[in-house]
């Protein structure tokens, strides 16, 4: 060993300096918690309950941080004019992870270990939750409604006891869509274009489902989330003499793929699409003549529809709470979340616990919250709140539903999961 | 054959995005060295400007001028105020000013913006159908897209070969202390590099937000091809970064088409490896100058 | 002693005012950044290369940890060695050899690309088996050894086990850039042509120095494995990638210090970022900006980053304030 002795301080001392440093600095200039006796449930006092979420309020896509918003806009709404939840306001407390997976993990542990929430709620973003969810479920944590739609949360609630879903998983959603494409454009072409990676593999596998053996399959792209355009796909897709396409991807990748068929090849191919871009943002980046005709799926009320007393309220709800103009399709799904834990708290009762919220989660039946357009059931061997939804048309920058009310249930979860996911 | 030609046409229009977005960068390098990876953002800040222009009712060419304007005075000041401090410190100093001008722009943009997309463009010069010869097409927003960068290229020859002041720009950047002694400001140099780079960005962002729309994050992966394009074609030559972005759009995209599906999706794989073997041959870039070598 | 101690501190009356358990994890990070930055700040600070690429070779090291361990029933610690030796290899032969001729943002931009396309080759239908695809490999929560069982929780253990190999490369990194190899580092980082008439084989020590590095962010990457119990194409990306760097210019390059800083500022920077706009109430959207312009006032403030700051005596620390580059604005 060259070590020398001033070579050892300094590194002894710089280590030393450094864990201190770190551990008293960030946490002594904040409020000091009493050392009082704990609370027998991490987040649980007489009046309050502390949940938590991780979001992405910065970086590429803080678009989404409306949703977090929204629902904590909900539950000061519910805290003001409800008094809480049994008697407990809900105190909400908002993450910020840039959408970066690493950041997640130091977020959610802090939530966890030092901010004791109760609950998390409707953590943002498939990567990123897909870093802790395991950690949740080793540690007891409730991970009620993650606002992604990925399988992964609700395929096996044997093995994942405590996470939830919120919006149709993609694989359900897929089967309704494909179905809709067998039934619509019966022995045709069909090209799929999704990203590379579970959020369009999932939603890839439910299109293949329901379109069965009614299409030909001629085209399959891909693409990554930081490809610039799609247009190199479309071009693909084109060639390959494709009739119909369907495409899982976010409002910006979607908006540059029709825009370039339709602007740039002068095609007017229809697209079927996940309800994850169809929503105002995809209106905005492409404009609404371009998006016109394409069709989706749809499980809540719609912005738009302000006629609507509940939609009229939500609009004001986002003024007077969030601050916001308008509501849209992100802030309903937000207050949808919302009313959901309320009600999930409701039947938990006035005697919180983690497996008593559990149980309250997976016991909800037909729950119609303020602007869903189905019924909202749980069990023990299902985790996935709505299952279905209406078809929607693009007609002048809107998605308006059309048909009747289109159901998952009973296909999913149960005997797909497995075969069709075993990747 | 039409396929491949198709590619072709989408992967110049694409590439075109990138070499124009590249061509700031190398403008900003030549002026400071510093490997500018805020353009992206604040190329997505200008034309964030272009449409608050707009909606006050503005048309859209003087909007674009405007816009211009305001990025040429943005890049300068972001030189004089910001950059100019780490100077003679160490390149990667100036690195850690341009993430931070990165941060700073980005969280800018959405406090006064907001997170939702705006709705921009396209306008009436990049709108109008597709023609189409065969199988083969193209649209007037690959066209104006086209256009726009051959004239904004062209403008910018003109500039540094023709004047008196592209040529004092280009001695500074070619070397500083001899650049002061004939009587060149320096300094004044620097700063119009900034704002030249800023403002050629922001061209690069209106063309982009005609395919890709207008949102927080539309420049955010743009500028991961433009710098790569940049560096392709050498840092300090502006004719590389056009002819890198042109190569990486194209490779991209033939890259997507014509690996077998059985691989999976390879296209930014070999677009990347594309750039290393160029590299290996020529460590510089394409058409980049040797780094002096300095006992 | 702190470090020993340190797991159980929350436990104490006195501690469990500021630290909770929570910061064992936070600890246990740090030691994980820790190894990748010293591996960083050895290319960079010592030999003068610069890497945009190190996230991809931390990642690539926790699959290959995670499929050693997971897939072919190789022990998680041997599976962490052998990841990081082969990580090593990697980047001496396949990153380090090419980069010889690269220099400045041509190697950067150039490593970049390899963090643009990992996630991509991850995914490749062919890799498949064993990568998982997007859904990533799980690993399960890593206990104590039985004799230890009762007296150390899970967490607990990975400090102990990640801050002791952190300790240990620490001590071999400040060995190393003290031995004659680290002195040839430092030649070549500060004139190539220099260091070769002093009879440095300079494209042999630069390859050599990519490949220290990796083998340090690949010890880094199998714990980062071990610790998260989980990787994906997308546990780490492109921004982590540049944040490294960042990381270490702030912290200072060319000293060990420089890394301790720059691993605290990896390990707090979440946290911070998340709470930097709770202070002026209204202004949760202008976070980037203060995260943005605290970088650029560091930088400016401290040209050596801050460990440099810290390493001179007193007295000239008071001038090496960069304040004058504050007002002066000369051509």
Known sequence: ?423 | MDLFLQQLIGGIASGSMFAILALGIVLIYRSTGTLNFAQGQMAMFSMFVAWSAMSTGMGFWPAVLLTLLSALAMGALVEWLIVRRVEGTSDLNSLIVAMGLFLIFDGLALYIWGPLPKSFGPFSFFSGGASCVGGVCIGRLNLGILVVSIVTTALLYLLFQCTRFGLALRATALNRLASRLVGIPVGRMLSTGWGLGTAVGAIAGILAAQSLGLDIRTMFFVVLFALAAAVLGGLDSPVGAVVGGLIIGVVKNLAGTYTPSSVGSIDLAVAFAVIVLVLMVRPNGIFGRPVRMRV | ?331
């Open chain 1, 1 to 423: 060993m060259t070590l020398s002795g001033k070579a050892w301080t300094w590194v002894v001392a710089g280590l030393l300096a450094a864990m201190f440093l770190g551990a008293a600095c960030v946490e002594g200039v904040g409020e000091f918690p009493a050392p009082v006796e704990e609370a027998p449930v991490p987040g649980v006092t007489d009046d309050e309950v502390v949940l938590g979420t991780h979001s992405s309020l910065t970086g590429p896509v803080a678009v989404y941080s409306q949703i977090a918003l929204a629902i904590n806009a909900y539950f000061e709404y519910v805290n003001e004019t409800k008094g809480g939840v049994n008697g407990r306001t809900i105190k909400f407390l908002i993450e910020d992870d840039g959408y970066s997976p690493p950041k997640t993990v130091d977020l959610v542990r802090k939530l966890v270990e030092e901010d004791r929430i109760f609950a998390l709620v409707n953590g943002f973003g498939t990567p990123t939750h897909l870093q802790v969810v395991d950690y949740l479920q080793e540690n007891g944590v409730p991970d009620l409604f993650v606002a992604t739609g990925a399988t992964e949360w609700v395929k096996d609630p044997e093995a994942r006891p405590m996470v939830f879903g919120s919006i149709p998983n993609y694989v359900g959603e897929g089967i309704i869509l494909g179905q809709h494409i067998a039934e619509t454009y019966p022995g045709l072409k069909l090209g799929l274009m999704s990203q590379n990676d579970d959020f369009g593999a999932d939603g890839m596998t439910g299109i293949r489902r329901g379109v069965g053996d009614a299409l030909d399959i001629v085209g399959e792209e891909t693409h990554e989330v930081l490809d610039v355009d799609l247009a190199s796909q479309v071009d693909r897709l084109h060639a390959a003499g494709v009739d119909v396409i369907a495409i899982w991807a976010t409002p910006q990748h979607f908006a540059t793929a029709i825009k370039h068929a339709r602007l740039n090849l002068n095609w007017d191919v229809p697209f079927v699409l996940s309800l994850v871009s169809a929503n105002e943002l995809t209106v905005l980046l492409a404009g609404p003549e371009v998006i016109e005709g394409t069709v989706s799926l749809g499980y809540l009320k719609s912005a738009f529809e302000i006629d609507d007393p509940n939609v009229a309220k939500h609009h004001k709800l986002v003024q007077d709470y969030m601050g916001a103009e308008n509501g849209n399709t992100l802030t309903l799904y937000g207050q949808y979340v919302g009313e959901l834990v309320e009600e999930t708290l409701r039947k938990a009762g006035r005697d919180l616990t983690r497996e008593g919220l559990i149980e309250a989660a997976e016991s909800i039946t037909e729950f119609w919250c303020s602007i869903c357009l189905g019924p909202v059931n749980t069990s023990p061997t299902d985790h996935d709140p709505v299952q279905g939804g209406f078809l929607v048309r693009a007609e002048g920058g809107r998605w308006v539903r059309f048909g009747d009310l289109v159901t998952y249930e009973g296909v999913l979860p149960g005997d797909m999961m497995v075969e069709d996911l075993a990747r």
């Open chain 3, 1 to 331: 002693m702190f470090l020993v101690a340190f797991p159980f501190l929350h436990e104490w009356p006195f501690f469990r005012m500021f630290l909770s358990e929570f910061r064992t994890f936070n600890a246990t990070m740090f030691a994980v950044w820790l190894l990748v930055l010293l591996g960083m700040n050895l290319l960079t600070g010592y030999s003068g290369q610069v890497s945009f690429g190190h996230a991809a070779l931390v990642l690539a090291s926790a699959y290959l940890t995670a499929v050693l361990s997971q897939q072919y029933g190789f022990p998680l610690w041997g599976a962490i060695g052998l990841s990081g030796a082969a990580t090593a290899l990697v980047g001496w032969v396949t990153i380090g050899i090419p980069a010889v001729r690269l220099r400045g943002p041509y190697l950067a931009i150039a490593t970049f690309g390899l963090m643009l396309a990992f996630p991509q080759i991850l995914k490749l239908n062919v890799l498949t088996q064993w990568t998982q695809g997007a859904l990533g490999i799980r690993g399960g929560v890593v206990g104590p050894p039985g004799f230890l069982g009762g007296v150390l929780d899970g967490r607990a253990w990975m400090y102990y086990v990640a801050m002791s190999v952190a300790v240990a490369m620490t001590v071999l990194f400040v060995n190393l850039t003290r031995s004659r190899t680290g002195r040839a580092f430092v030649a070549l980082r500060d004139s190539e042509v220099g260091a070769e008439q002093m009879g440095v084989d300079v494209p042999r020590y630069k390859a050599l120095a990519f490949g220290v590095s990796s083998l340090y962010a690949g010890i880094g990457g199998g714990l980062f494995f071990a610790v998260q119990g989980f990787v994906s194409p997308d546990s780490l990306g492109l921004i982590d990638s540049i944040f490294f760097l960042v990381a270490i210019v702030i912290g200072g390059l060319g000293s060990v210090l420089g890394s301790i800083v720059a691993a605290l500022f990896l390990t707090f920077q979440s946290e911070a970022i998340s709470a930097l706009a709770g202070f002026v109430p209204g202004t949760n959207n202008l976070r980037n900006v203060f995260y943005g312009a605290s970088l650029i006032a560091v930088i400016v403030l401290f040209p050596k980053g801050i460990a440099g700051f810290f390493q001179r005596p007193l007295w000239p620390k008071l001038r090496e304030w960069n304040l004058g580059s504050l007002w002066s604005s000369r051509s």
